[in-house]
């Protein structure tokens, strides 16, 4: 990855931090727990064979670094007397030697992970100090079993881009009421392959 292509993700992460009303206090003061949970979603992912895990988990660590503001201004780290601070810049160098190894171009991997985060709705929550997301799925089987758990007799009534004047990017269930549940953009890191991997 350029020094200009890591530039372009950290503005474009800046762009959707502020249309979220998200703010880089609130991303630090969760920052260990949430870069955490994601190491952890990489190792079982690893454990578990699927790269395609692998490559999300790496993505929302580099995602979740920039947005706390714990990646600097380029991709060459000092090293730093802080010892988090370079156990996370060896950290965060590793990463980038991942996705080389797993044969991924990093830029083209964390823009597909942007636009995924861009196809999510959701609002700030104070009491939990995090964004919540909207319900929503990837795909209609995953739709239907969110509907379910909601209301266990619901049926279908509409697909995304099926009937106008509903939003072209939801699935609509009808029980006592109605559920809706958006479709979410899924990151195809396919397409993201080096080409002398492909």
Excluded: H
Excluded at 166 to 171: A, L, M
């Amino acid at each position: 990855m350029t020094q200009e292509q890591f530039n372009d993700i950290k503005d474009k992460l800046r762009v959707c931090r502020e249309e979220r009303g998200l703010n880089k206090e609130d991303q630090k003061r969760n920052f260990r727990v949430d870069y955490t949970k994601e190491l952890a979603k990489f190792f079982e992912a690893e454990r578990d064979n699927n790269q395609y895990e692998m490559i999300k988990a790496l993505c929302n660590m580099i995602v979740v670094a920039i947005n706390a503001g714990a990646i600097r201004n380029t991709l060459c780290f000092k090293i730093s007397n802080n010892f988090f601070s370079f156990g996370l810049e060896n950290s965060i160098n590793t990463i980038f030697c991942t996705f080389d190894i797993l044969g991924y171009d990093p830029y083209k991997c964390l823009l597909e992970t942007i636009k995924e985060l861009n196809s999510r709705t959701g609002s700030w929550n104070e009491e939990e100090g995090k964004w919540v997301e909207d319900l929503g799925a990837y795909t209609e089987e995953e739709a239907w079993i969110k509907a379910k758990r909601i209301e266990s007799k619901c049926v279908l009534v509409c697909r995304p881009n099926e009937m106008l004047g509903v939003p072209e990017d939801t699935w609509v269930f009808e029980g006592r009421d109605l559920i809706e549940i958006k479709k979410w953009y899924k990151a195809d890191y396919a397409s993201c392959k080096l080409e002398s991997v492909k």
